[in-house]
């Protein structure tokens, strides 16, 4: 991958200045200072440690070049980052916001960087070295201090008309409170699977668009020697007039064991939907999980699965688990606008944790309620703020991954865009 940055770098050196402007006059720096203070209270009497909490300043740089003329474009990206303890101590470990040692005691500081060459064909894009990718099967997770990145060659082609193509390969990870590159492992959450490495993840799928807001994707991805997962995704929004709407969201997963097979026997059905209504300011909407085969749902270590419930304490991805959700959302734009509501309730059962607690029908819930402010029209119109509670049970035992808990995030972000 280092070659591959090199060679574009020596490539764009020697170009003329007539190919240099769009390179130039196309590019754009952002920078995020980002607070994140995380306080996730352990109520279980069982469980060892009381709570897992940190408070830390991140900041992270984007500056993405445009593409040199010809026909061939060639450009470059570079991402940096870089976190700061501002409190946080010894057996409070576990938020994933800054590396800890072997003693759980957090680092003062930490950092990295990523370099990223890309090349573009009329409009068909690919990139080698560091990657954020957001598919169905892969998932760069940017839920903490600073994002998770992999690194791999990624391809994304809107050549034909309606269509978005996507296939790429990753062989390593960065985790988003380390600074190292890592072998990409299989997620042992709630003891579902053993947490395996593997020499790599190759994907390969696309999207069709009626419209914006009506789309099908279709995608493959294949953890070496662990999975196969086959993914089909559809989204749908419905105006009837400025005032109501409708709108679903169905993703269906399989996945198998492949080759080796090995974190063993891996058998799952996951399918989720969502479907709601839209009224002026409100929307109210429905979920239902639903999880089948032998097995629970796969996914990778260190980040989560693309599935609609962005659960902060649980994934709802056990075996055999069947769980619904309901939802409201408020858009405050009438009385203050950037401010908006979201609170919801989601409850699983009829789980089975064979490692944890054999024989036994499990369940847990969570109800969580969000509410953040993003400026508009002002000076500070960068700035965004979150804040987010969720209170989450369980009857899993003080071994599982997910515990229960009383969980308080708040996210401050500020981004400077200088072009």
């Known amino acids: 991958m280092k070659k591959t940055v090199l060679a574009a770098l020596c490539t764009l050196t020697f170009a003329s200045n007539s190919v240099w402007a769009d390179f130039i006059d196309d590019s754009s720096v952002a920078v995020t200072a ?34 040199t003329d010809g026909p061939v ?40 960087i990523g370099l990223t060459a890309k090349a573009k064909v009329s409009q068909t ?77 190759h994907y ?3 999207y069709y668009y009626f419209n914006p807001e009506r789309v099908v994707g279709l995608f493959y991805g294949n953890l070496h020697e662990v999975y196969d997962q086959y993914t089909l995704w559809v989204k749908n929004t419905y105006h009837f007039d400025d005032r109501y709407s409708v709108f679903n969201d169905f993703r269906y997963f399989r996945t198998v064991d492949e080759g080796a097979a090995l974190a063993g026997n891996i058998d799952n ?77 989601t409850k699983g059962s009829d789980i089975h944790l064979e490692n944890l607690k054999p024989g036994q029908e499990l369940e847990e819930r969570k109800f969580g309620i969000e509410l953040s402010y993003q400026l508009k029209s002002t000076p500070l119109k960068g700035l965004f703020i979150r804040l987010r509670h969720e209170d989450y049970k369980n009857d899993f035992g003080p071994m599982a991954t997910f515990k229960t808990a009383k969980e308080q ?7 400077w865009k200088f072009k």
């Open 34 to 67: 980002r607070n994140f203070y995380l306080d996730r209270n352990f109520t279980d009497p069982e469980v060892k440690q009381s709570a897992a909490r940190q408070w830390s300043q991140g900041f992270i740089l984007n500056a993405k070049s445009g593409y």
């Open 73 to 112: 474009g060639l450009g470059v990206d570079l991402y940096a980052g870089a976190g700061f303890n501002l409190w946080g101590k010894e057996g409070y470990q576990g938020t994933s916001l800054m590396p800890v040692d072997k003693n759980g005691d957090p680092a003062d500081s930490f950092g990295k």
């Open 125 to 201: 894009e690919i990139k080698a070295g560091t990657l954020f990718p957001n598919t169905p099967v892969l998932v760069g997770s940017p839920a903490r201090l600073l994002p998770q990145i992999y690194r791999g060659v990624a391809l994304e082609s809107k050549d034909l008309e309606n269509f978005k193509l996507e296939a790429g390969y990753v062989d390593r990870v960065t985790h988003r409170d380390s600074t190292n590159w890592e072998k990409i492992k299989l997620s042992g959450a709630n003891m579902k699977y053993p947490s395996v490495e593997t020499s790599g993840l």
């Open 204 to 206: 390969a799928g696309g």
């Open 269 to 345: 059905h996951h399918g989720n939907m969502i479907v709601g209504v839209g009224i002026d300011n409100h929307k109210i909407s429905g979920g239902y999980i639903h999880n089948s085969g032998d097995t629970g749902f796969p996914y990778l270590s260190g980040g989560e699965a693309n599935t609609f419930i962005d659960s902060w304490a649980s994934d709802f991805l056990n075996p055999n688990e069947k769980a619904w959700s309901i939802r409201y959302d408020y858009d405050f734009k009438d009385q203050l606008p950037g401010l908006k509501l979201m609170t919801r309730y």
């Open 409 to 415: 995030r708040v996210n401050i972000d500020y981004t």
